[in-house]
Nanobody
Framework: QVQLVESGGGLVQPGGSLRLSCVASGSIFSIYAMGWYRQAPGNQRELVAAITSGGTTNYADSVKGRFTISRDNAKNTVYLQMNSLKPEDTAVYYC???????????????????WGQGTQVTVSS
């Protein structure tokens, strides 16, 4: 089984910064795409940013120029650097991994759409 564990959330004042991390574990050979989603109370979960193993990135318009996604393929880890945070960035942030190739006995399989447990980010004065 694959597990995703997020860290780095917390309370920050408007204009401040936070860095989220997500580590994937579980006999993993490779992961095609990793990303961050968020869900605020009463809202649907939305894409924040995503990155492929080749480094192609995609950002929500609301975070462009403020957030930066990066990954360390050797460590199966994805990061989200969040700068100039606004109160509207307050949400639970979830890590997602897609296209995971992992070992099963003497062979390997591909799995899709794994999620972390979420980490709370609160932007408030």
């Amino acid at each position: 089984q694959v597990q995703l564990v997020e860290s780095g959330g917390g309370l920050v004042q408007p204009g401040g910064s936070l860095r989220l991390s997500c580590v994937a574990s579980g006999s993993i050979f490779s992961i095609y795409a990793m990303g961050w989603y968020r869900q605020a109370p009463g809202n649907q979960r939305e894409l924040v940013a995503a990155i492929t193993s080749g480094g192609t990135t995609n950002y929500a318009d609301s975070v462009k120029g403020r957030f930066t996604i990066s990954r360390d393929n050797a460590k199966n880890t994805v990061y989200l650097q969040m700068n100039s945070l606004k109160p509207e960035d307050t949400a639970v942030y979830y890590c997602n991994a897609d296209g995971i190739r992992r070992a099963v006995g003497v062979t390997s399989i591909y799995e899709w759409d794994y999620w972390g447990q979420g980490t709370q980010v609160t932007v408030s004065s």
